[in-house]
């Protein structure tokens, strides 16, 4: 079994592994900067698990910032019937794609 961290940012957790990418809410960081996430809720090295209460103590995780973009657009309609009420909202979340470079 690979070596694995459960990480929190931006409210959501992610699982990553080494060399994972994934798309994590916008981090404020340039591109090809790394970040380090400490708040890091379980470390596995493969045959330990180590879970943190609520974080685990010194453990780290290295993200390499791809790039900054516009996720997809989400249209938001409410109607009531009968009433001529109808509502159109369009939302575009700011994302950021990482790559994990450590755990």
Do not use: C, W
């Not at 694995?4 to 990553?16: L, N, P, S, W």
């Not at 404020?28 to 609520?54: F, M, Q, R, W, Y």
Request: hydrophobic fraction near 35%; avoid cysteine.
């Amino acid at each position: 079994m690979q070596a694995y961290a459960v990480i929190e940012t931006g409210g959501k957790q992610y699982r990553v592994q080494t060399g994972d990418s994934l798309d994590l809410e916008l981090l404020h960081v340039a591109e090809n900067e790394s970040v380090v996430i400490d708040k890091v809720l379980a470390l596995s090295d493969g045959t330990e698990l180590k879970v943190g209460t609520p974080y685990v103590e010194g453990a780290k995780v290295t993200l390499k910032v791809v790039k900054n973009f516009r996720g997809p657009k989400v249209i938001s309609f409410i109607k009531k019937r009968r009433k001529g009420y109808k509502r159109t909202v369009g939302h575009r979340q700011e994302l950021t794609r990482v790559t994990v470079e450590s755990l």
